[in-house]
């Protein structure tokens, strides 16, 4: 008879061979990943290839297409899409057309024209012709800060900030800013006279930024320019249609009923003078307005809302515009080259309106706007006079913006002077973020 015990000592060893099978599965070597097989580098040939031409002088874009061998009937029909969207006759010198070829067999695939900085005509190659389309340039909305002080070799806040070294903004879009902060402070301060060396500024602003760096637009948030020891905020409220625009840290506005300047950031060539020397007649009369240079063509805004009395020519005065505005108020806008759409005795305008452009008609030696202020139809100095001021923000939405401003005043303190800082951004479409820089 077999022995119990040893039949049972059997049985545990061999469960528990198995199980240690089961809990420790074999060891696998691990493969030498030097030894694996690798591939050779695989190289995928360009679908297309493409040439971009710039029009010089003179040239057309016939000429441009000619010689880059888009001739006869495929000429005609790309020129014939090319209309659909613009007249290609008005192409100016510096424009770029980019061809676009297939590398299989060296055809023409698409032809790329760009109008301007924003838009571009894509013309693609179809069965029958051309098909077009506008192409509209991307951008993403930055948050910039920037921040400088008028040193002593650069004595204006437009020198400050277009010629700055450090500044990595564009230089095309530089005096963009400066136009930008001085359609808010002209109510407030002379930039031609009033900012010295020793003051600064502080800004923050959201722009459209482009691919290339360059700005589509910009609002200015927040400002503080510091002159002469004196602080003078500026914060954007856009809260209420009717009540849109810049405050003081007390809610006061910092537009008046009347603007000073009548163009962009001009500047004055002759100033309001009871007795000054007239270059063209030679003899000393009175000056009874402001003169702003300018080159023909440049836009002039009304200073306030009024209605149009007289457009038309006035003897020394040239092409003419006359303004009437509240309490006795007049103004005129004298040697326009021309009026603008619509501008007409009768017509209601309001303030920051182009009405026309800068010319030398009349008896003026260059282009130039010559701007008077009238008061109760006597003239009065417009760099000088207590205007009227602007409507006061409503009560109802006082207590909305008291406490939005500090939120955008405390941008600022992010501001080094002079310094440089990153802003956050976002893609105007897609929504992603990254950094810009700017001082």
Do not use: C
Not at 186 to 208: C, H, M, T
Not at 213 to 225: F, N, Y
Not at 228 to 245: C, M, Q, V
């Amino acid at each position: 008879m077999p022995n119990p015990y040893k039949i049972i000592s059997l049985v545990l060893i061999a469960a528990f061979s198995l199980g240690a099978v089961t809990l420790m599965p074999p060891r696998v070597e691990e493969p030498d990943a030097t030894r694996a097989p690798t591939l050779g580098v695989l190289y995928a040939a360009p679908v297309e290839r493409a040439e971009t031409h710039v029009l010089r002088p003179g040239q057309t874009l016939s000429t441009v297409l000619s010689q880059a061998r888009i001739t006869g009937q495929e000429m005609a029909d790309l020129l014939m899409g090319i209309r659909e969207h613009m007249d290609p006759r008005r192409l100016p010198a510096g424009s770029e057309v980019t061809i676009r070829r297939w590398s299989r067999d060296d055809q023409p695939r698409g032809v790329d024209v760009r109008l301007d900085a924003d838009r571009t005509v894509r013309l693609m190659k179809a069965d029958f012709g051309w098909n077009g389309r506008i192409v509209i340039t991307p951008t993403e909305i930055d948050t910039v800060y920037s921040g400088g002080t008028i040193n002593a070799g650069r004595t204006t806040l437009y020198e400050t900030i277009v010629f700055d070294p450090a500044s990595k903004l564009k230089p095309s879009d530089r005096p963009q800013l400066v136009v930008a902060l001085a359609g808010i402070y002209e109510y407030k301060l002379d930039f031609n006279r009033e900012i010295q060396v020793g003051d600064s500024y502080r800004v923050v602003y959201e722009r459209e930024s482009r691919p290339d760096g360059s700005a589509r637009s910009m609002k200015i948030i927040a400002a503080e320019i510091v002159s002469r020891g004196t602080s003078y905020p500026a914060i954007w409220f856009d809260e209420a249609a009717d009540a849109e625009g810049y405050y003081d840290g007390e809610a006061r506005p910092l537009r008046n009923g009347f603007s000073k300047y009548p163009v962009d950031y001009a500047r004055v060539t002759s100033s309001y003078n009871p007795r000054r020397y007239h270059p063209v007649l030679g003899v000393y009369r009175a000056h009874q307005g402001t003169d702003f240079g300018g080159a023909t063509g440049t836009p002039v805004k009304v200073t306030a809302n009024g209605t149009v009395t007289f457009a038309g020519t006035n003897g020394g005065y040239g092409r003419v515009i006359d303004v009437r505005h509240i309490n006795g108020y007049t103004t005129r806008y004298a040697h326009l080259s021309r009026f603008a759409t619509g501008i007409r005795a009768g017509a209601k305008v309001t303030q920051k309106d182009v009405i026309g452009y800068i010319g030398a008609t009349g008896l003026a030696t260059a282009p130039h706007l010559h701007y008077e202020l009238r008061k109760n139809g006597r003239a009065v100095n417009a760099m000088q006079e207590k205007l009227p001021e602007a409507p006061q923000l409503p009560a109802r939405l006082r207590e909305q913006y008291m406490a939005l401003a500090p939120e955008r005043s405390a941008l600022l303190d992010r501001v080094t002077v002079p310094g440089s800082q990153l802003a956050e951004t976002k893609a105007a479409e897609a929504g992603t973020t990254r950094a810009v820089d700017e001082t």
